[in-house]
């Protein structure tokens, strides 16, 4: 809460949230789901000494990976202790590692916190200011939107609406007040040409404009803005204009010069161009500043000069940003390696380039944007595990995870071809050495104090044989190079080895060709009326009656030979039988 909220009239401004770097990092991210398209995007900033340090705060806020607003200490005392509102226009773009996400992200400066009140966004048209030429690689900051004749009118502070929400502010701040002016209105008559597309100009602004109060014509009075700017960036510049005096009913009758920087640019005459009543807009890019204020004269020819708007907007190139698909695995990466919110890796993982990468993580300049070079992420206390996201991290040379508690097995991917370190020494890694780890560019391997097993691989040997570093100590379960134990005949990394699995292959031939055998002897090589037949069980039983009977006759005969042969002996006759 602020200190002072009965100062503030609306709600969100009335608290605000803040990120000590100490717990949240260099950057804090609010990711707001925006689909692809340009938005206007306003940001609330209040202090009120919420902290009782009677110092406000200096930090940066970027867009669609880009510094768009910077704030330092001391804020102008209306700011710090009322709140101040920043706007601009930027394009969102959907990419396959954000799904219509886009990122506005805080960072902090020094040891300061970052505050923020409320972040509002509306969609806008997209050929609006000029998008068609450069809505697709710039944001436009405002640095300052200014109704001339009207005090401070827009959503949130007063009734009147804006098609894409734009508060616009009373230009008397930024008058040389060394001049006189008036007020002119349109006395209610209606006034054409706004509320059009594609920008939606509101017809308040028209309604009512500023001209001098000095003599007309040549060596008159003149109209003169002072607009704060930023050398290192070209301007767009939009002067508003309707012709609200009816007296003026002709050309040439009010015909007056604009002069932006001390050069004279154009010649305006506003009947001539619309007529009367009517909006009339004149945009103009300002480029190659030398002053941090750029005056922005109407000097008369004919007439007073009249104005009823001016808005002028940094034109700020977006910066190149992460790989998709490189800034997709390093999110995945967050998550599986269970990054601390101290390390700060919000938003995009390179960019904006005025601020560090993610801490930990290096970048250059790549083919299709900036690509991830470097991981040093040695204890730091991870807990997690490597993801497979990371084989799309296809630029890394240099990977250090030592020293932390990360789990599970290593994963393919983690061999690129550009890498040329490894360090992933003393954590709880598991399982065998992928094959894919050993390129030609690989210097160091360190894999030691890890509870990984199976064959080393011997291209991942190699790199030791040919002058690079390989420590694969602490690894009792690794085997099959010198210095480590001979590995099982038919095992290795866990499973079979190319050995066994040819054995294991040949038994299951061997199996198949007996049973192929056995399946032809039995179905095959039988005769084509060679059947099988199996009796019913009546059947049986009188077969088996027959089958003793036969038995006992055969018998029988057999007695009666015997008898026949011995009676030729004298032993016995037909019906006289006698015992020695």
Same mark, same amino acid.
């Given at each position: 809460?602020?200190a ?18 100490s ?45 768009v ?7 102008p ?11 601009l226009i ?12 886009t ?8 040891t300061?916190?970052?505050t ?17 030429a ?9 640095y300052g ?29 930024f008058r ?13 008559r ?10 939606y ?8 404009? @500023?001209t001098?109060? %000095?003599? *007309?014509?040549?060596? =008159?009075? !003149?109209?003169?803005?002072?607009m /704060?700017?930023? &050398? #290192?960036?070209?301007?767009m ?10 007296a ?18 154009t ?31 109407? @000097?008369?020819?004919? %007439?007073? *000069?009249?104005?009823? =708007?001016? !808005?002028?907007?940094?034109?700020? /190139?977006?910066? &190149? #940003?992460?790989?998709?698909?490189q ?5 995945a ?28 993580v ?10 991830i ?33 990360l789990?599970?097995?290593l ?9 040329a ?35 080393v ?24 190079v ?11 990394k ?17 199996l ?12 095959i090589?039988?005769?084509p ?11 049986t ?25 011995h009676?030729?002996d ?6 006289d039988?006698?015992?020695r």
């Amino acid at each position: 809460m602020v200190a002072e909220p009965h100062r503030f009239p609306s709600p969100q401004e009335r608290t605000l949230r803040f990120f000590p770097p100490s717990s949240a990092g260099k950057s804090s991210c609010y990711s707001l789901p925006l689909p692809p398209g340009r938005y206007y995007l306003r940001v609330f900033s209040v202090y009120d000494n919420y902290d009782s340090k009677l110092r406000s705060p200096s930090f940066d806020v970027s867009a669609a990976a880009t510094l768009v607003l910077s704030f330092r200490s001391p804020w102008p005392e209306t700011a710090a202790r009322y709140g101040a509102y920043s706007d601009l226009i930027f394009p969102s773009h959907s990419t396959p590692s954000n799904s219509s996400t886009t990122d506005v992200c805080f960072y902090s400066l020094s040891t300061d916190a970052p505050t923020v009140g409320s972040i509002e966004v509306a969609p806008v048209h997209p050929l609006a200011y000029d998008g068609a030429a450069t809505g697709a690689g710039v944001a436009l900051v405002n640095y300052g939107r200014l109704t001339c004749g009207n005090g401070l009118f827009g959503p949130g502070f007063t009734d009147d609406a804006d098609a894409f929400s734009r508060v616009w502010q009373a230009g008397t701040d930024f008058r040389n007040n060394d001049l006189t002016y008036d007020a002119v209105t349109a006395g209610g008559r209606k006034i054409f040409g706004a509320e059009q597309p594609p920008n939606y100009f509101p017809a308040k602004m028209y309604a009512s404009a @500023v001209t001098t109060a %000095g003599d *007309p014509g040549p060596g =008159g009075a !003149e109209i003169e803005y002072l607009m /704060p700017v930023d &050398t #290192r960036l070209s301007y767009m510049l939009w002067l508003h204009f309707a012709e609200v005096d009816a007296a003026v009913g002709a050309a040439g009758q009010r015909v007056f010069d604009v002069m932006l920087a001390g050069r004279n640019v154009t010649r305006i005459d506003i009947f001539k161009q619309v007529g009367g009543f009517t909006a009339f807009k004149w945009t103009h890019v300002v480029e190659n500043l030398t002053s941090s204020t750029m005056s922005v004269r109407l @000097v008369p020819v004919v %007439g007073r *000069p009249i104005l009823c =708007g001016l !808005e002028n907007y940094a034109m700020v /190139p977006l910066e &190149t #940003r992460t790989v998709p698909n490189q800034a997709a695995a390093m999110k995945a990466l967050k998550e599986s390696l269970k990054i601390p919110a101290r390390m700060g890796w919000n938003g995009d993982p390179c960019a904006p380039r005025t601020w560090d990468a993610w801490e930990g993580v290096t970048c250059h300049h790549g083919d299709k944007g900036l690509v991830i070079t470097q991981l040093d992420l040695g204890s730091q206390g991870l807990k997690g595990f490597i993801a497979d996201e990371i084989s799309h991290l296809t630029d890394l040379v240099q990977a250090n995870m030592s020293s932390n508690s990360l789990t599970g097995s290593l994963p393919p991917g983690l061999g690129q071809p550009s890498l040329a370190a490894l360090d992933l020494s003393s954590n709880q890694f598991t399982g065998s050495i992928p094959g894919t780890i050993g390129s030609s560019k690989l210097q160091t391997v360190l894999l030691n104090s890890n509870q990984l097993d199976g064959q080393v691989p011997e291209i991942l040997y190699s790199v030791g044989v040919h002058g690079g570093v390989i420590d694969l100590s602490g690894n009792k379960g690794l085997c099959g190079v010198p210095t480590l134990p001979a590995c099982a005949l038919f095992w290795e990394k866990g499973g079979l080895n190319k050995t066994g699995k040819i054995a294991l292959g040949a038994s299951f031939g061997l199996l198949l060709l007996v049973i192929l055998i056995v399946v032809y002897i039995v179905c095959i090589r039988r005769g084509p009326y060679d059947y099988d037949f199996e009796f019913p069980q009546d059947l049986t039983s009188i077969s088996a009656i027959s089958a003793k009977r036969n038995r006992y006759q055969r018998a029988k005969s057999v007695m009666l030979a015997e008898m026949e042969a011995h009676s030729t002996d004298g032993l016995y006759t037909n019906g006289d039988r006698s015992t020695r």
